[in-house]
């Protein structure tokens, strides 16, 4: 099992930023990539970014355009989304996954374990 904790969710203005965080315990060594997605009220679960832990490779969705960093440091088994130039369609709840597999990873069905998900809001 894989226990997984985000905070750094809030209420911030557009254009501002936010630092979420997600520690994870338990069986980490089990994962090889995290990744962050996102579901805001009436819609689908939706990929954010994921990271490797071996490598730190990562990709992003096409809407982040340069405004989201994801990172990970593995001596604390906690991986970060900087968010900046936050807009209003920014608004949802953020949630961390831990993923066993290493392709195909911005689909959630390949993540085994969710966290319970921080709330970022994006007030205009």
């Known amino acids: 099992q894989v226990q997984l904790v985000e905070s750094g969710g809030g209420l911030v203005q557009t254009g501002g930023s936010l630092r979420l965080s997600c520690a994870a315990s338990?069986?980490?060594?089990?994962?090889?990539?995290m990744g962050w997605f996102r579901q805001a009220p009436g819609k689908e679960r939706e990929f954010v970014a994921p990271?490797?832990?071996?490598?730190?490779?990562?990709y992003y969705a096409d809407y982040v355009n340069g405004r989201f960093t994801i990172s990970r440091d593995n001596a604390k088994n906690t991986v970060y989304l900087q968010m900046n130039s936050l807009n209003a369609e920014d608004t949802a709840v953020y949630y961390c996954?831990?993923?066993?597999?290493?392709?195909?990873?911005?689909?959630?069905?390949?993540?085994?374990?969710w966290g319970q998900g921080t709330q970022v809001t994006v007030s205009s």
């Open positions: 996954a831990a993923s066993t597999y290493s392709s195909g990873i911005y689909r959630p069905s390949r993540y085994d374990y």
């Open positions: 338990g069986r980490t060594f089990s994962s090889s990539a």
């Open positions: 990271i490797s832990w071996s490598v730190g490779s990562t």
